[in-house]
């Protein structure tokens, strides 16, 4: 099936073949370009058939026009295109068939007057968009009500000039409108096209896109007359700069990462020279430090490497953020692999006074990567550890779910986590209220935990009682595809 296109390309395509009418004032042209472009847009056949005429036995789609419930034929589409895409276009194409088939009897002066000026308005709401009329040398703007009821005002007999709508509009606006409008009329562009702020009665700022055309000038050239449309595009404006202040976002993103991670690598070296140097002093035989020399190496080779953790934390976060960190799945015994990660954390489970334990539950294998679901679960054991409370208990519960997951919960009888805390638990660099305790981290650990779980396919949730302790779930597929 054909894709339709945006809405915003048939509401302009309707308002284009309709201002052409008011122009030109010869509906079968008109009604000829808007077929043209809906069949561009379309990359199909479009034609218009009156009303007795049947059906093309080719055509894919056929949509009746009418005019006030009477039947005046119908569109032929030669393709599959979904019929309410093309609502935009149906009451133009409606009110061209009627002006085509009722022009010869239309002969006023004023080429955008009479019953033609109220068929072409309704087919121009219909399109999502209104229209205008100024008289230039007498400086009257007709349909200005509709503008004021656009924005919000009460219709009254107020003042119909281009100065009385020009009070509404943005004093920063105001010089970039006229040029745009002078440049029209000196004939350097074919349509006058300007979006400016105007203010509503509620006191905030819309945006309107104005395009318009003279179509009437003296013999010497000056302008008569001015057709034209406007349309609040205010949601559109504010969609268009979400996605601008989405893509500066991102952008900026991309440039933190890639600074991080260059930044990782570059403090790595000196860093791993540094531990190299304070092991070997450590070790050196030939001139062994004293007892105050070796406490002293001691606290440099734990500040080192813990300065090089959050370092790796750090180059495993930026490698996520771009896409760079490959993952090997392998099959493996969960409750195995908890039992390596307690015992690596066997020596700081002892110094806190905590007592580790993994509760009875099902044989869990699954595919994921093990060097990664084993970091993830050191951050959280060890997270538990060092929130808990002396003669604490931290305890891991794994069980199958229903869905088709693994679950993994890690549990400890600590601090706990207020509300408040929750909501930002997972961002980079932020350690809640423990951002002045004397517990070592720095912040990385929990953001790289959920992006390490969210890239295995799975997802980690929490719950917290504050002097009751909390509760970290991860879910994680039984198996690979």
Same mark, same amino acid.
Request: overall charge negative; proline content about 5%; aromatic content about 4%.
């Given at each position: ?5 945006p809405d $915003? ?11 052409d /009418? ?6 079968g042209?008109s ?8 069949s561009l847009?379309?990359g ?10 049947a059906?093309s ?7 009746p026009?009418q005019?006030l ?5 119908h569109?032929?589409?030669?393709g599959?295109?979904a019929?309410?895409g093309?609502?935009?276009v149906l009451p133009a194409l ?11 009897g239309?002969a %006023? ?8 000026a ?11 968009t209104f229209v205008?009329?100024?008289w ?5 703007l *007709? ?9 919000g ?7 119909h000039t281009?100065d /009385?709508w ?8 105001r010089a970039d409108?006229? =040029?745009?409008?002078q ?6 562009v074919?349509?006058?096209?300007h ?7 509620d006191?905030r700022?819309?945006?309107?896109l ?8 003296a013999?010497?050239?000056?302008p008569?007359?001015?057709?034209? %449309? ?7 404006r504010?969609?268009?700069r979400?996605r601008?202040?989405?893509?500066? $976002? ?7 990462t =890639?600074?991080?991670?260059r930044?990782?690598h570059e403090l790595? *070296?000196p860093?791993?020279?540094?531990l ?7 070790i050196?035989?030939s001139e ?5 020399q070796?406490?002293r ?7 080192g490497?813990?300065?090089? /953790? ?8 930026t490698?996520?953020?771009s896409?760079?960190?490959?993952l090997?799945p ?16 066997a #020596? !700081? ?19 994921a ?21 002396p003669?604490?208990r931290?305890?891991?519960v794994? $069980?199958?779910? $229903? ?6 919960v ?13 909501a930002? !638990?997972f961002e980079?660099f /932020?350690?809640g209220?423990? #951002? ?8 990385i650990g929990l953001?790289l ?5 969210i ?7 929490v719950?917290? #009682? !504050? ?7 991860v879910?994680?597929p039984?198996?690979v595809g």
């Amino acid at each position: 099936m054909a894709s339709s296109p945006p809405d $915003a390309a048939l509401w302009r395509a309707a308002r284009d073949a309709l201002l052409d /009418h008011a122009e030109r004032r010869d509906a079968g042209h008109s009604l000829a370009l808007l077929l043209a472009e809906l069949s561009l847009q379309l990359g199909v056949a479009c034609r218009v058939r009156d009303v007795g005429m049947a059906p093309s036995p080719s055509a894919g789609l056929v949509l009746p026009l009418q005019r006030l419930g009477q039947a005046l034929g119908h569109l032929e589409i030669e393709g599959e295109v979904a019929a309410a895409g093309l609502a935009p276009v149906l009451p133009a194409l409606g009110a061209l068939l009627a002006l085509r088939d009722e022009q010869a009897g239309s002969a %006023t002066t004023n080429r955008y007057s009479g019953p033609e000026a109220g068929l072409i308005r309704s087919a121009l709401a219909g399109a999502g968009t209104f229209v205008w009329e100024w008289w230039i040398e007498s400086d009257w703007l *007709t349909d200005i009500d509709q503008g004021l009821r656009l924005l919000g005002y009460p219709v009254t007999n107020g003042g119909h000039t281009q100065d /009385h709508w020009a009070a509404l509009i943005h004093p920063d606006d105001r010089a970039d409108n006229h =040029e745009a409008y002078q440049r029209h009329e000196r004939g350097e562009v074919e349509v006058y096209e300007h979006a400016y702020r105007v203010r509503a009665a509620d006191g905030r700022w819309r945006w309107m896109l104005e395009r318009g055309r003279i179509v009437d000038r003296a013999p010497d050239g000056r302008p008569l007359r001015m057709v034209g %449309t406007q349309t609040d595009i205010t949601e559109r404006r504010e969609l268009e700069r979400a996605r601008e202040e989405a893509a500066e $976002a991102q952008a900026a993103s991309r440039a933190k990462t =890639e600074f991080l991670a260059r930044m990782s690598h570059e403090l790595r *070296t000196p860093l791993n020279a540094v531990l190299g140097f304070t092991q070997l002093m450590q070790i050196d035989r030939s001139e062994p430090p004293g007892p105050e020399q070796q406490r002293r190496l001691q606290l440099i080779r734990e500040a080192g490497e813990h300065l090089l /953790h959050m370092i790796n934390d750090l180059l495993d976060l930026t490698r996520i953020e771009s896409g760079g960190l490959t993952l090997s799945p392998t099959r493996m015994e969960l409750r195995e692999l908890v039992l390596q990660v307690f015992a690596l954390l066997a #020596e !700081l489970a002892a110094r806190q006074g905590v007592t580790l334990a993994l509760e009875p539950g099902a044989l869990l294998a699954l595919d994921a990567d093990r060097t990664r679901l084993r970091q993830v679960l050191l951050n959280l054991v060890s997270n538990a550890i060092k929130y808990n409370r002396p003669g604490g208990r931290v305890g891991v519960v794994l $069980a199958a779910q $229903a869905d088709g997951t693994a679950r993994i919960v890690v549990q400890d009888s600590g601090l706990g986590i207020g509300e408040a805390q929750l909501a930002r !638990l997972f961002e980079p660099f /932020h350690r809640g209220p423990h #951002e002045r305790s004397a517990i070592e981290g720095t912040g990385i650990g929990l953001a790289l935990t959920k992006a390490l779980v969210i890239r295995m396919g799975g997802r980690i949730e929490v719950r917290s #009682e !504050l002097d009751v302790g909390s509760e970290f779930c991860v879910s994680l597929p039984l198996r690979v595809g």
